[in-house]
């Protein structure tokens, strides 16, 4: 059974929006020519309308260059899991499997426009979204008193991240006994 008849009638909009979803700038042609042949739309239609719609998806790539950077190794205090907030604002759909980790950096930024208390979660160099902002704003102001830039602590790789609980955390600032990384 060909599979023409089935993607008969799909709109150019919708092709170019779930090849931006999944690929961001960067469509691979093979993936073009496919859905090409799957829709009737030229390939030439495809790209254009991905062109148009590439810095609109909502998802913003960020990196962290980490050279010099000084980070602190929290993972042996008592933490409390949370859900990563904004994971598909960071990430293309095809990127999800890719970026979950074991370990996370969270990165205060107090310069941040929408929230001075916002958490970034980085796993490895990338971005992959925030702490919840309820939570970053008792966590916040304590990261900001350590001698780091960023924190090192664990978490799963469906994007929970395991955040030190504030009495832990305060200990640390107060006495200075977690391990430097």
Aim: net charge neutral; aromatic share 6%; glycine share 8%.
């Amino acid at each position: 059974m060909s599979t023409r008849g089935f993607y008969d009638g799909v709109a150019l909009i919708r092709v170019a929006d779930h090849l931006v979803y999944d690929y961001g700038a960067d469509v691979p042609d093979s993936e073009v020519t496919l859905w090409s042949e799957r829709t009737g739309h030229s390939a030439a239609a495809i790209r254009e309308a991905v062109a148009s719609m590439v810095g609109r998806s909502g998802v913003t790539r960020t990196t962290l260059d980490t050279t010099g950077l000084r980070v602190r190794d929290l993972t042996a205090l008592e933490a409390g899991r949370l859900t990563i907030a904004g994971v598909e604002h960071c990430l293309m759909r095809a990127e999800i499997l890719r970026f979950g980790a074991r370990r996370y950096l969270l990165v205060p930024e107090p310069d941040n426009p929408v929230d001075p208390h916002a958490v970034a979660v980085y796993s490895g160099q990338r971005h992959v979204g925030y702490l919840p902002a309820s939570r970053a704003v008792g966590i916040a102001p304590l990261l900001r008193q350590l001698d780091a830039d960023a924190v090192e602590v664990t978490g799963t790789t469906d994007y929970q991240v395991d955040v030190p609980r504030v009495p832990a955390l305060r200990a640390v600032v107060k006495d200075g006994r977690a391990a430097r990384g």
